[in-house]
């Protein structure tokens, strides 16, 4: 069983609409999470990075994690072109060894 | 400007043949990292390093070698390199344990 398991897509939605992306895990010693945005032949680059359950916002993303389900969830509000890119999540337990989804791609309609 | 570079971006080379991917930060950061990312799989952590001279395996190490003699560099090493080793590879660093990664551009192997 993987550490961390992503659907992979493709999520494709027009401009304008709420994004739910979303990660369930296995083990429940992780503790550290954190969303990637990937765009096409480049690295990845950190979205969000929250600690523990709960939520947190930053401008027209929210991350939350519930612990309980083993689940974390990452949403767009108002998404935009471009913001068509792979979204991979990822987590840790002590901030030295990292386990990734596999990533989900999502395109945004004009 | 603050980033992470690689060498070579692109290689494409045959099994048996040793090569080394550079890696360099200019952020003075304590943790750095290598990944690899296949489709289907996803991004494996292959070996990291929380400073100078201390390293530790990731979850594939196997057929990888790394070494940090300074802080900014952490060259990956392929000694023997064969072909499911194809793939491409990201060198990430953090200021510390548990920081945010930032990731180099990527470099794609091909080996024959």
């Known amino acids: ?110 | 400007e603050a980033q992470v570079t690689q060498n070579p971006r692109y290689l494409i080379t045959v099994t048996g043949k040793k090569l080394t991917v550079t890696c360099s930060q200019n952020m003075n950061h304590e943790y750095m990292s290598w990944y690899r990312q296949d489709p289907g799989l996803g991004l494996r952590q292959i070996y990291y390093s929380m400073n100078v001279e201390v390293t530790d395996k990731g979850d594939v190490p196997e057929g990888y070698k790394v070494s940090r003699k300074e802080k900014r560099n952490f060259p990956l090493i392929l000694e023997s390199p064969s072909p499911n080793q194809t793939s491409l590879y990201f060198c990430a660093s953090s200021f510390n344990l548990g920081g945010s990664q930032y990731f180099g551009p990527g470099t794609r192997l091909t080996v024959l």
């Open chain 1, 1 to 110: 069983q993987k550490e961390v398991e992503q659907d992979p897509g493709p999520l494709s939605v027009p401009e304008g609409a709420i994004v739910s992306l979303n990660c369930t895990y296995s083990n429940s010693a992780f503790q550290y999470f954190m969303w990637y945005r990937q765009y096409s032949r480049k690295g990845p680059e950190l979205l969000m990075y929250t600690y523990s359950s709960g939520n947190k916002e930053d401008g027209r993303f929210t991350a939350q994690v519930d612990k309980s389900s083993k689940y974390i969830s990452l949403f767009i509000r108002d998404s935009q072109p471009s913001d068509s890119a792979t979204y991979l999540c990822a987590m840790t337990i002590t901030g030295n060894q990292f386990y990734f989804g596999t990533g989900t791609s999502l395109t945004v309609i004009p």
